[in-house]
């Protein structure tokens, strides 16, 4: 079971009706006219791929390697987990004052996006210091990008992340998950993400070379920053390989 974090009677009326709000505003939420302008001037690289692929050690490896790429962080208001770090999750207490402070933020097009979580009700969201290079990866799940492609940045190559079999195998049994349930949702999630990869012929697929990170990240490096928008690559062959072992573990 999924705990909501708290439960939302813990604000105040006032709060409440606020977050009512916006949450109704959630699917037709646009950031007011300064935000809009100021994105575009920054690429967005979502990075889609199956948990487990290696999307965070690439990441580390183009920003290490990159100065002007970084990475998106998020503010949310679930609880905070071990692996969180400040360059990928930023908590926001769940306090009459921080949760109006974000719904504030949000009602005056402030936020570049958010999102509720529909099982626990926390928020997601993101505002422009949450994009601090002029490339900024994001590890993103393939249904995101719909809304992310509605937001006026100056460029998003979108980039699927793929790896061999065995080496899947073997990174997805080093994680570890709240329970059984947990494990067999992100093998369909996994799968879902290959699916898309070999159904969007315009999204790059690359491989994630064991051992050799900087592989791929001179692949979305050169994706990211070529003047025009080049034909992507696409491994699919080793997604598709990738997908069938998915689907039978």
Request: net charge negative; aromatic share 8%; proline share 10%.
């Amino acid at each position: 079971m999924i705990e909501l974090n708290p439960p939302l009677e813990s604000v105040s009326e006032i709060v409440q009706e606020q977050l009512d709000l916006v949450r109704k505003l959630e699917k037709t939420y646009e950031p007011n006219d300064d935000i809009k302008r100021r994105l575009a001037h920054k690429v967005l690289i979502p990075i889609v791929g199956p948990c487990a692929v290696g999307k965070s050690y690439v990441i580390e490896t183009l920003i290490a390697n990159y100065p002007d790429f970084a990475q998106v962080y998020s503010l949310s208001t679930r609880k905070p987990r071990p692996d969180d770090t400040p360059a990928t999750m930023r908590n926001i207490p769940w306090t009459n004052r921080a949760v109006q402070d974000m719904c504030d933020t949000i009602e005056v097009g402030e936020a570049v996006q958010y999102v509720f979580h529909p099982k626990t009700d926390d928020i997601y969201a993101t505002t422009l210091d949450c994009y601090p290079g002029t490339y900024n990866l994001l590890p993103a799940l393939s249904g995101s990008i719909p809304g992310l492609e509605r937001l006026p940045f100056q460029a998003m190559p979108i980039t699927g992340l793929v790896t061999t079999p065995e080496a899947w195998t073997e990174w997805f049994d080093r994680r570890v998950f709240s329970s059984p349930a947990d494990r067999t949702a992100r093998i369909g999630e996994a799968a879902s993400s290959l699916q898309w990869l070999i159904d969007n012929p315009q999204v790059a697929i690359i491989a994630n070379i064991p051992g050799k990170p900087e592989h791929a990240a001179r692949a979305i490096h050169a994706l990211a920053t070529a003047p025009v928008s080049p034909t992507p690559p696409r491994d699919e062959a080793l997604a598709r390989t990738l997908y069938q072992h998915v689907l039978n573990s």
